[in-house]
């Protein structure tokens, strides 16, 4: 079964830059799927960021395109995200997860980080 | 982007009994449409893609429909383990995009 993990700091000052690591067990990532980061908000909005493929192409959200990057280990099975110029907004919940691109369905979730922006 | 629109924000109801769930995209979704559970502290589980399809292991209680901008989720028959949060999801292209969610308490 596939599992997913994130790992990273769980308070970043504004203007810095949130470094987050997805590792992933039970498939190997350039085998087939996306791999996606989705946030969800206090008060309980989510947002989509964007995803790596299975052959290193990326997608970001619009919203995030200037601030975003999404960046992989092959050799460590591990996805990363990269969000610059981070304000109190960013302060959510993030999560990693594989993309089903035959139905755009999020099959299988990490447990997810809780970040906090503040100085 | 499609906007996904969630109704109700909140709903109340007891074991037993049976709810629906609605979403509607700002454009035609050709019934890609997905439905998640999200518990408290837990993280989203898939529960049906492709507007009608049920992920594997997913109780048949759970069952969902619609077409073109329009689509719900049903959940007949409520159990405890269902009292939890649920979102929908743009299933057609990018930028994917969630409902606001819905959540289900215990009347």
């Known amino acids: 079964e596939i599992q997913l993990q994130e790992s990273g700091p769980g308070l970043v000052k504004p203007s810095q830059s949130l470094s987050l690591t997805c590792s992933v067990t039970g498939y190997t990532i350039t085998s087939g799927y996306d791999w996606s980061w989705i946030r969800k908000f206090p008060g309980n909005k989510m947002e989509w960021m964007g995803y790596i493929s299975y052959s290193g192409s990326t997608n970001y959200n619009p919203s995030l395109k200037s601030r975003i990057s999404i960046t992989r280990d092959t050799s460590k099975n591990q996805f990363f995200l990269q969000l610059n110029s981070v304000t109190t907004e960013d302060t959510a919940t993030y999560y990693c997860?594989?993309?089903?691109?035959?139905?755009?369905?999020?099959?299988?979730w990490g447990q997810g980080v809780m970040v906090t922006v503040s100085s | 982007d499609i906007q996904m629109t969630q109704s109700p924000t909140s709903l109340a109801a007891s074991v037993g009994e049976s709810v629906t769930i609605t979403c509607l995209a700002s454009?035609?979704?050709?019934?890609?449409l997905v439905w998640y559970q999200q518990k408290p502290g837990k993280s989203p589980q898939l529960l049906i893609y492709g507007a009608t399809i049920l992920e594997d292991g997913i109780p048949s209680r759970f069952s969902g429909s619609g077409s073109d901008t329009q689509y719900s989720l049903k959940i007949n028959s409520l159990q405890p383990e269902d009292f939890a949060s649920y979102y929908c999801q743009n299933g057609l292209s990018t930028p994917l995009t969630f409902g606001s969610g819905t959540k289900l308490e215990i009347k």
């Open positions: 454009e035609d979704i050709y019934g890609s």
């Open positions: 997860a594989n993309l089903n691109r035959d139905s755009y369905a999020h099959d299988y």
